[in-house]
């Protein structure tokens, strides 16, 4: 299914958003390595997208589809190429690939978007997002 597309950085193969997104109506996953409380507000608007934190993907890849190609994607495309790595170091080497860019990519190029804005997050900065309107 990656066939005549994509691209590689170092190690890993990467498709454009534009390309994962036709890649997913033809039956590609995305796997979102996004930790939980970032992943709900914009959503990868594709059939299928499997939550499974970065953090804990080391312990539950083994539950990822083995019948379908799997893209990995985060915000930015920085852990998605480490998860990528770490599923190529488990044998998992032709139906996997990295979506360059991740979700900032995917939304600067138009792709389809699921937004919750209950969920949207605040904050100064990274280590103060927490989402709006709730006590913790």
């Not at 996997?96 to 100064?124: F, H, R, T, Y």
Request: aromatic letters at 10%; charged letters at 25%; proline letters at 5%.
């Amino acid at each position: 299914m990656f066939q005549n597309t994509g691209f590689y950085s170092g190690d890993v193969f990467n498709l454009t958003p534009k390309q994962a997104f036709n890649i997913c109506q033809k039956g590609a996953v995305i796997i979102d390595v996004r930790e939980e409380v970032l992943s709900r507000f914009k959503m990868f608007g594709v059939p299928e997208v499997i939550y499974c934190p970065f953090s804990i993907l080391g312990e539950t890849y083994e539950q990822l589809p083995k019948d379908k190609p799997m893209i990995f994607a985060d915000a930015a495309g920085l852990h998605s190429k480490e998860a990528v790595r770490l599923l190529m170091e488990k044998g998992f080497v032709n139906r996997i690939a990295n979506l360059a860019g991740g979700l900032v990519e995917w939304e600067q190029d138009e792709m389809p978007l699921i937004i919750d804005k209950s969920e949207k997050l605040s904050g100064s900065c990274m280590c103060q997002l927490r989402p709006r309107n709730k006590k913790e």
